[in-house]
């Protein structure tokens, strides 16, 4: 077994449910500061690997209605705090960020110099909500050909669609490159369910988003400041997985 196999094996024994390489040079025209080797000189590949998220889960503003435990006043909150946060995103991220530093610290002890960077910035990001991403977790599933970018900026795979969450490790190793998304995974302006069950409606779509073949890059502009805005107000949070067909009933390519 080779060292790519090995690794993709180790993560998904670990919890992942996609694994995919891209090499440094599918990152080339990357904004300034994000491509791999300017995180980490040398750099070759990108191992990129994700978790899906349960379908319940992303069911979170309909449970426990009428639950004689809670009440009603405080449902939602309490969900979207203490469940739909913590086993949609906590849990998930620290489990991303286990198989994350696990593969690294394997790669670094056979001498391939490794880093990665947290699947989530926590308290930071909310203290300062303009911080971009220090790497784009996005761009590289797309790039480990993971899936594709939908029309509301979301990673679109063909097995679970955009219910899924990635992180990935940099390395100097010269794995194996997985073969980009062949078939669309996203339905696209046949669809725009994202874009139409979002309250928010944070989403401005570019030209970008009518042209034929695999989404590489994002197709919208997204008003963050909005899409907060109508978290708060409109309990809202992971709507948009939750409406995407892709990857049920057959929906989306190779699902």
């Known amino acids: 077994m080779d060292l790519t196999q090995e690794l993709a094996g180790e993560a998904s024994t670990a919890g992942a449910s996609l694994v995919g390489v891209a090499p440094a040079d599918r990152f080339e025209g990357a904004p300034a500061g994000h491509h791999p080797a300017e995180l980490l000189p040398g750099a070759r590949s990108v191992l990129t690997f994700g978790i899906r998220l349960l379908d319940r889960i992303l069911e979170w503003p309909d449970l426990l209605k009428g639950s004689p435990l809670i009440p009603e006043a405080c449902r939602l909150d309490a969900l979207n705090a203490l469940f739909y946060k ?9 489990r991303l960020n286990q198989i994350a530093l696990t593969l690294a610290t394997q790669l670094e002890d056979l001498g391939y110099p490794s880093l990665f960077f947290p699947a989530t910035y ?20 797309v790039r480990a050909g993971l899936g594709e970018f939908g029309l509301n900026n979301v990673v679109v795979t063909a097995r679970y669609g955009p219910r899924i969450r990635f ?20 339905l696209g302006a046949d669809c725009r369910l994202c874009l139409d069950e979002c309250p928010g409606q944070p989403f401005s779509l570019t030209s970008e988003a009518c042209r034929d073949g695999i989404r590489a890059d994002p197709v919208s502009r997204t008003d963050w400041s909005a899409c907060r805005r109508s978290q708060v ?11 995407c067909p892709a990857g049920r009933n057959g929906a989306g390519a190779g699902a």
Not at 233 to 243: E, F, K, P, Q
Request: aromatic share 4%.
């Open 233 to 243: 107000t409109n309990a809202c949070m992971g709507r948009c997985l939750r409406v």
């Open 122 to 141: 926590g308290a930071l990001a909310e203290n300062m909500p303009q911080l971009p991403g220090m790497f784009s977790q996005r761009h590289a599933a």
């Open 86 to 94: 913590r086993s949609g995103y906590d849990i998930v991220n620290d």
């Open 167 to 186: 992180n990935s490790v940099i390395t100097t190793a010269p794995l194996t490159p997985s073969s980009l998304l062949a078939e669309k995974a996203c």
